[in-house]
Nanobody
Framework: QLQLVESGGGLVQPGGSLTLSCAASGFTLDGYIIGWFRQAPGKEREGVSC????????YYADSVKGRFTISRDNAKNTVSLQMNNLKPEDTATYYC??????????????????WGQGTQVTVSS
């Protein structure tokens, strides 16, 4: 069974940091572009950041550029999203996803083959 499992969400104060992790089971991530998406209540799901199979191409939404960093460790079959200087508007459920497409298509058009279950991130004082 192919699964993506997110971890690392939680409650953090504005200006704080969190690191989300995405682990795969049942398949290896190295053949897939991996992305992080988020969805806040009442809003559409949006692409936050995506990374190519080798890690050399990365996409960031304008709202997170300079604050979030995506990375992958194919040997450990994991992808991480380091989130710094978090803002209340970053509050959302964050989803890990895998796709066999290009980074731009995956993150902007949200063309995905597999989704994780999501992890909640709440930024509040």
């Amino acid at each position: 069974q192919l699964q993506l499992v997110e971890s690392g969400g939680g409650l953090v104060q504005p200006g704080g940091s969190l690191t989300l992790s995405c682990a795969a089971s049942g398949f290896t991530l190295d053949g897939y572009i991996i992305g992080w998406f988020r969805q806040a209540p009442g809003k559409e799901r949006e692409g936050v950041s995506c990374i190519s199979t080798g890690g050399g191409i990365k996409y960031y939404a304008d709202s997170v550029k300079g604050r979030f960093t995506i990375s992958r460790d194919n040997a450990k079959n994991t992808v991480s999203l380091q989130m710094n200087n978090l803002k209340p508007e970053d509050t959302a459920t964050y989803y890990c996803a895998a796709a066999r497409r290009d980074v731009q298509t995956m993150c902007v058009a949200i063309r995905v083959n597999y989704w994780g279950q999501g992890t909640q991130v709440t930024v509040s004082s």
